[in-house]
T-cell receptor, first 114, second 115 residues
Framework: GNSVTQMEGPVTLSEEAFLTINCTYTATGYPSLFWYVQYPGEGLQLLLKATKADDKGSNKGFEATYRKETTSFHLEKGSVQVSDSAVYFCALSSISGGYNKLIFGAGTRLAVHP | NAGVTQTPKFQVLKTGQSMTLQCAQDMNHEYMSWYRQDPGMGLRLIHYSVGAGITDQGEVPNGYNVSRSTTEDFPLRLLSAAPSQTSVYFC??????????????FGPGTRLLVL
């Protein structure tokens, strides 16, 4: 079945460091891929998405490229800020019973220190 | 727009009690769903609805009921709470019009503790 695997956290970085959070997926067909972010005490919100191979999603300085050949969608940011501290979820869309559900990875907690 | 709202924010139940988690959205979205979030497991789909009067089961439906009488509301009922249902519950909605490419909008969550 479809699944998402992302690197375990927590990831602890100093401000202005480079961030990579790895995400790989298993899926039939060509799913859309997403990164959602959950700030402390809040629900999930979309960070970025890519809907076909080689697409690059970007938002708030974060980027991820849909790599079909390596089945990956790694999240990167060149210079993290304290305000980026959150839990990041990689997800793919999967059609089941006519419904486009999301299949999530386990989440990666990021802590950025000044 | 308030987006997706959930009540209550936090609830403590005793084993065997029942309760309803409320979810409402004001974006006129057809698709709504309930997920539970457990440590190390990401979010798992409990039930979903593709429109008023239409619901179906997700990955982990046991112990939960849903109904969808209006486009706006999608309550989740715990019939007889068990400690294994201790979790954070998120409601989400989307247009359902983009073949899986659309964004899902999440509520702030309900934290449930079953003793």
């Amino acid at each position: 079945g479809n699944s998402v695997t992302q690197m375990e956290g927590p990831v602890t970085l100093s401000e202005e460091a480079f961030l990579t959070i790895n995400c790989t997926y298993t899926a039939t067909g060509y799913p859309s891929l997403f990164w959602y972010v959950q700030y402390p005490g809040e629900g999930l919100q979309l960070l970025l998405k890519a809907t076909k191979a080689d697409d690059k999603g970007s938002n708030k300085g974060f980027e991820a490229t849909y790599r079909k050949e390596t089945t990956s969608f790694h999240l990167e940011k060149g210079s993290v800020q304290v305000s980026d501290s959150a839990v990041y979820f990689c997800a793919l869309s999967s059609i089941s019973g006519g419904y486009n559900k999301l299949i999530f990875g386990a989440g990666t907690r990021l802590a950025v220190h000044p | 727009n308030a987006g997706v709202t959930q009540t209550p924010k936090f609830q403590v139940l005793k084993t065997g009690q029942s309760m309803t988690l409320q979810c409402a959205q004001d974006m006129n979205h057809e698709y709504m769903s309930w997920y539970r979030q457990d440590p190390g497991m990401g979010l798992r789909l409990i039930h979903y609805s593709v429109g008023a009067g239409i619901t179906d089961q997700g990955e982990v439906p046991n112990g939960y009921n849903v109904s969808r009488s209006t486009t706006e509301d999608f309550p989740l009922r715990l019939l007889s709470a068990a400690p294994s249902q201790t979790s954070v519950y998120f409601c989400a909605s989307s247009t359902g019009l983009a073949g899986g490419r659309e964004t899902q909008y999440f509520g702030p969550g309900t934290r449930l503790l079953v003793l």
